[in-house]
């Protein structure tokens, strides 16, 4: 026999050989991936019936409505793992004893499941008992509580139906999992054997591996030259994506470290920071997180490593997916910053957990996503603005804009002036501005209402001090410069709506604007305040109202008004009691005295004036001591002084002691008088006499 033919021929038999041992290997290694796969997908039935238990004994504690949630994915999961698990062939034709504990956790599941959807029927049940307000965060105790404190018997046995249901599902499950020990001491004899048939295989097949080792020896090194050019080229082509990402790429080990692999991006974003194997607990100190936050995000990325969490799950209650901080820039100088924190988990080459992480600073994001708030804002105002203005009529309007500008001239002229008597030109301002901000009230101008409304706080803030200078003076009224910017608006907002609306309003009726704006407010105010009022303006025409009088008696009558709602007209069921009608009424009049003076009349069927409570508001402010008596007169002289009020607390409307002052300063101003006549529980009038020379 030649040597080529022994050569061939070992060749041959090697070749068989190898061909055997292949097959052999390819056969066992089959076998134990199959038997791999079907163990993964009882290991798979074991972690849904962990994640049920879970998920059962969460009804006892955690919101009931909201788990449910929770519970019905459980259950999903666990019947798919048991569909899976219907799949299983080769382990349950191998050992009896797996195929007879798979047809066991099958029926118990079987029976389970049907306990599971009567619980839930239950719950349902339970929930429609519950009032909406506790529905929803209502736990087991809770309702067991409300149960107890409604006497709900029903809700009581659904209750212990509730309980009872779920100590037998949370039996069942230990039972289910108490099987498994059985399966896994037969798989493992299993695996026992695989690994036995497997040594002799090696043993058998040693001499053939040892003849075959010399030409695979070169094949290896040529295939580790190989794998060595593609790893260092793996390398650079890594590298160069770490540079040029721009992620802040990152990882943590099981301690929470930083370690020292990351991005070119992640590495200019914290330059100032030394955070290679530093704890992420630190290094979100570092960045000025919140020490609550902190404690939050520890708790969080601790359960990347719990075997029983599906990490899927976690990425949607990351607490640190928006973190606002403070960051240094490349001059030292501190910045807020917003950054976004995405977590992942990943498995290293030793076979060991690892977080992997990603930042990105999301600053511009957020400020455009907060721009585009505040411009909607600005917008949804501008609209309600549009709306507010179209309801008013034109006449109106006007009347409004031109009233508000006289003020407010008269305003900037007192801050021009150089008056050394602060205290004096302050009291001015507030009247002025208390005028402007009833008239918006009166129109239902909101905005420009609660703007006067924080002026008017700041200067009475400022009236409570010792001292008052003109700095803060020009400080408690700086808001008037918003304040004549909202009036331009107006303007011209004003002008394009005029002819649109003068075309569908009716502006001549038999009713003058003066009048219809007093009833509004008659209206409107006392409707908020629980009242039912009514004017009586018979014997009042505005038309007769001299031009130079126009303005000083819209601002009495307001007053006035608001006087009486808060202060006259008694609630309906208090009116009824006193024998009086339940809607109250103001009455308006107008008339020429022989002195030549306009006599103006308000009248409410009110409470009247009660000097009673008026000593007793007074003795409790110091005004008055203790045991004296006002009389009628006294009183009244009281209440038209500076910050002198019978309401319980502040409000925009009342309360400030500013009204009846201001009315007396306007009558004054025109070089008028004002008498009251009252009666108590009967009536309150207040007259006003203007001389006719005053509207020239």
Known sequence: MSLRTKFILLLVLLNSVILFFCFAFFFNNNRNNVIR????????????????RIAIRGLFI?????????????????DQAISDLLSIRYLTNLSPVIDDSIRNIVLERYASRMAVSELLDIIDKILIELDRSVRATANFEAINAYAVRHNNELLKERAEAFSSFLFDIEQNIENSLANFGAQYQTIEEERATIERNSIITFIIFFLTIAITSIIAGWLIARSIINITYNLDRANKETDAVFKNIQEGIFHLDESLKIGHLCSKYFEDLFGNIYFRNMLFTEFLKELGVSAKDILVSDDYLGLFFNEKINSALLVQANPLDKVHVSMLDENKNSKERYLCFIFSVFTNANNKKEILGTVKDITEEVIYAEALKEEEAKSKEKIEHLVQIMNIEPATMEEFLEDSQDELEYINNLLKSNRSDYRNVINEVYFAVHSVKGNAQLLGLTNIAGLLNKIEDNIKSLLDTNEITWESILDSTIQLGTIQENLDDLRSRVKELLAYQAKFKNLEGKTGLFERTLNRILVTEGMKDGKILNLDHKHFNSKNIPKGHRKIVKDIFVQLARNTIYHGIEKPDEREKRGKSPQGTVSISLKKDKAGNIV??????????????ITKIAQEKGLVKKGDVLDLDEAVKLIFSMGFSTAEGNSSMAGRGIGLNLIKEKVSSAKGKIKIRTEKWKYCEYIIFLPLAQSI
Do not use: C
């Open 37 to 52: 796969e079907e163990i993964s997908i009882i290991d798979a039935v074991n972690k849904a019936l962990y994640e049920e």
């Open 600 to 613: 103006y009349v308000f009248k409410d069927d009110g409470n009247g004036i009660d000097a009673g409570k």
């Open 62 to 78: 955690l919101p009931v409505s909201r788990h449910v949630i929770v519970v019905e994915n459980a259950e999903r999961n666990l």
